[in-house]
Nanobody
Framework: QVQLVESGGGLVQAGGSLRLSCAAS????????MGWFRQAPGKEREFVGT???????????DSADSVKGRFTISRDNAKNTVYLQMNSLKPEDTAVYYC????????????????????WGRGTQVTVSS
């Protein structure tokens, strides 16, 4: 059974950094797509970014509160782990962050579609104080 476990969340001041990890167990991922999503209080869960296990496929959300340029997604295939490095954090980045795994490679237009992902972690809380 596949399990995804997020870690690395916490409380940080605005302008600070955190690195989230998502460790996958139960199978070795050599293909497919990993996604990062987040859900702020009172809001729907939103797409943050993706990375493909087989190389490339790193994409970030084009939302108004864009994470581009501040967040970096990476993976370590040997550890079956993906990371979300978050810099220059803002109070609006406060949310529960989730990782998700799709057994297939998710197409560009579908990155943010939650139904594309087969497995989900339980999330890790990130709180950014002003």
């Amino acid at each position: 059974q596949v399990q995804l476990v997020e870690s690395g969340g916490g409380l940080v001041q605005a302008g600070g950094s955190l690195r989230l990890s998502c460790a996958a167990s139960g199978r070795t991922f050599t293909s497919g797509t990993m996604g990062w999503f987040r859900q702020a209080p009172g809001k729907e869960r939103e797409f943050v970014g993706t990375v493909a296990w087989s190389g490339g496929g790193i994409n970030y959300a084009d939302s108004a509160d864009s994470v581009k340029g501040r967040f970096t997604i990476s993976r370590d295939n040997a550890k079956n782990t993906v990371y979300l490095q978050m810099n220059s954090l803002k109070p609006e980045d406060t949310a529960v962050y989730y990782c998700a795994a799709a057994q297939h490679r998710v197409g560009g237009s579908r990155y943010g579609v939650e139904n594309e992902y087969d497995y989900w972690g339980r999330g890790t809380q990130v709180t950014v104080s002003s």
